[in-house]
């Protein structure tokens, strides 16, 4: 996880991704998911090859709130264009809203960010606006934010 997360391609394409991404960060994360979900504040999915069981990305639910939550995912540069993130936010999404019951996910990306805009469109997600926000540099940059409803 800290060799794909830990990427600087990858990172650059994220508002959240650490970068550097030292030893024991991944360790970190990872320990914190059982407690976010039971407190049902985030649900985080490790993304694998069906075949191999190797690790290309995570997919997630943050934010939830009532019927509502964010999702996010991200995808090391080995397997971007690939599927893999349409393929596992399709299943995240089917699950928050038959199993979790959310009516609402919403989504955001860097405006840079096409592929990542391009996954909330082939999951049914619309867009919904554009603001700036602040990144982990410090820097202001362009985020559209996507909108899905159950219907």
Not at 48 to 64: E, F, P
Request: glycine content about 8%; proline content about 2%.
């Amino acid at each position: 996880m800290q060799k794909l997360a830990g990427n600087i391609n990858v990172a650059k394409t994220t508002l959240n991704i650490p970068h550097p991404y030292n030893d024991g960060m991944a360790e970190e994360w990872i320990k914190s998911h059982k407690v976010l979900w039971e407190s049902r504040a985030q649900l985080i999915y490790a993304i694998t090859k069906l075949d191999t069981k190797q690790l290309v990305g995570a997919v997630s639910l943050v934010g939830i709130s009532g019927d509502q939550a964010e999702l996010g995912y991200w995808i090391g540069e080995p397997y971007w264009n690939k599927g893999y993130c349409t393929e596992a936010a399709r299943a995240l999404v089917t699950f928050s809203f038959s199993k979790l019951g959310l009516n609402t996910l919403f989504a955001e990306h860097l405006a840079s960010n096409l592929a990542s805009g391009k996954v909330m469109k082939n999951i049914g997600m619309s867009y919904s606006m554009s603001k700036t926000l602040k990144n982990r540099f410090n820097d202001y940059v362009d985020v559209e934010v996507y909108e899905l409803q159950n219907t």
